[in-house]
């Protein structure tokens, strides 16, 4: 497969490769059911990272021109929907400034306004970034939470012989 990036355009890599594939694909260079190369491997044959090959390979796949078997690789669909291959002309086309890159419905949905109580602030705030953790017995580091801590793990292991 002959593919090449272009690392000064306007044009992402991972667009370029997407927009690519899908033309070989559409033009039948690429055959129904043949496979492609392995994201490490085309990833180091272009000199990409491997998220950049992924991320078209992962647009590729929503588009339904490409499927992926897990461990068995990825492979051209048998038949790729004819309303997703992109035309080979507009293949490499951006579209144009103030229209969304992706449709509306592919936004993510705002949570809902909470209706819970805001929850109290504690007086002795955990520290570094870490949350405060509860002891295992019940109280942290008091004789009597070791006891019974001692106690319970005494009793698990008596009950498993």
Excluded: F, K, N
């Excluded at 051209?76 to 490499?92: F, G």
């Excluded at 509860?134 to 801590?149: D, F, I, N, T, V």
């Amino acid at each position: 497969m002959i593919l090449h990036v272009r690392t000064d355009s306007p044009v992402p890599p991972y667009e370029q490769l997407r927009a690519q594939i899908a033309t070989m694909v559409a033009s039948g260079v690429l055959a129904p059911g043949a496979r492609l190369p392995t994201i490490r491997q085309l990833a180091s044959d272009l000199g990409l990272a491997g998220g950049t090959v992924t991320r078209a390979y992962r647009e590729l796949e929503r588009d339904g021109v490409i499927t992926g078997r897990g461990r068995h690789g990825t492979y051209v669909r048998e038949r790729p929907a004819a309303a997703q291959t992109p035309d080979p002309a507009t293949a490499l086309r951006r579209p144009p400034a103030g229209s969304p890159s992706r449709p509306a419905s592919r936004e993510p949905i705002p949570p809902p306004p909470s209706t819970a109580p805001a929850r109290p602030s504690t007086p002795y705030p955990a520290r570094g970034g870490q949350r405060a953790r509860a002891h295992p017995a019940g109280r942290s580091g008091s004789e009597g939470g070791r006891r019974r801590m001692r106690c319970s793990v005494v009793a698990s292991t008596r009950s498993r012989l």
